[in-house]
């Protein structure tokens, strides 16, 4: 067996792993927002948004960053070029991007919650910021979530295209793209 049989099912396993839990993680932050406007208590708020940041910390970056690493690795296990296959090409750079915005944008959002939960108590439901950065949050949140699982529709139904090898030849096999 050569390592390249060995190396792309468990890659593919790790793969898939990585994207799981960065959908669920993407998932679960949705359902605890929806579940944190219907709190009754500070102490409920502030637990609902302490798991929203220790889910999003967690689970969601490193599910991410996993989904990322493995699929160019899987891509390279492959023989997958780079610069030849565009589907691969797209799906890099929506992965890379989502991180990106997800990094920069959803999490500090994210963050805000916390912090203006354990400043304001219940009075934070009457508070702007508050207010903002949950839709705001919100909204990221989806956002991204519809990205990933666009992606993950995209690795699904994937059209089985000729692959062309790092060399610049045809492969003369139907390999389907990472």
Same mark, same amino acid.
């Given at each position: 067996? %050569?390592?390249?049989?060995?190396?792309? &099912?468990?890659?593919? %396993?790790?793969?898939?792993?990585?994207?799981? *839990?960065?959908?669920?993680?993407?998932?679960?932050?949705?359902?605890?927002?929806a579940l944190g406007c219907r709190t009754d208590s500070a102490a409920?708020?502030?637990?609902?948004?302490? #798991?929203?940041?220790?889910?999003?910390?967690?689970?969601? !970056? &490193?599910?991410?960053?996993? %989904?990322? *690493?493995?699929?160019?690795?899987? !891509?390279?296990?492959?023989?997958?070029?780079?610069?030849?296959?565009?589907?691969?090409?797209? $799906?890099?750079?929506?992965?890379?991007? !989502?991180?990106?915005?997800?990094?920069?944008?959803?999490? &500090?959002?994210?963050?805000?919650?916390?912090?203006?939960?354990?400043?304001?108590?219940?009075? #934070?439901?009457?508070?702007?910021?508050?207010?903002?950065?949950?839709?705001?949050?919100?909204i990221g949140s989806a956002v991204q979530g519809v990205v990933v699982?666009a992606l993950l529709l995209i690795s699904v139904i994937r059209p089985?295209?000729?692959?062309?090898?790092?060399?610049? $030849?045809?492969?003369?096999?139907?390999?389907?793209?990472?």
């Amino acid at each position: 067996m %050569t390592s390249a049989r060995i190396a792309v &099912p468990l890659l593919r %396993t790790l793969h898939l792993l990585s994207v799981s *839990a960065w959908i669920g993680g993407g998932i679960g932050i949705l359902l605890l927002l929806a579940l944190g406007c219907r709190t009754d208590s500070a102490a409920e708020l502030q637990a609902f948004n302490r #798991v929203i940041d220790a889910i999003d910390d967690c689970i969601i !970056a &490193p599910g991410a960053c996993l %989904t990322l *690493a493995s699929g160019i690795l899987l !891509a390279r296990a492959r023989r997958i070029s780079f610069r030849q296959s565009g589907l691969f090409s797209l $799906k890099l750079y929506c992965t890379g991007g !989502a991180i990106v915005y997800g990094l920069c944008f959803v999490a &500090p959002w994210l963050e805000k919650l916390l912090a203006y939960s354990l400043l304001d108590d219940l009075a #934070v439901f009457d508070d702007r910021l508050y207010a903002r950065s949950l839709l705001v949050g919100t909204i990221g949140s989806a956002v991204q979530g519809v990205v990933v699982l666009a992606l993950l529709l995209i690795s699904v139904i994937r059209p089985r295209l000729q692959v062309r090898t790092s060399g610049g $030849k045809e492969s003369g096999e139907f390999r389907a793209p990472v």
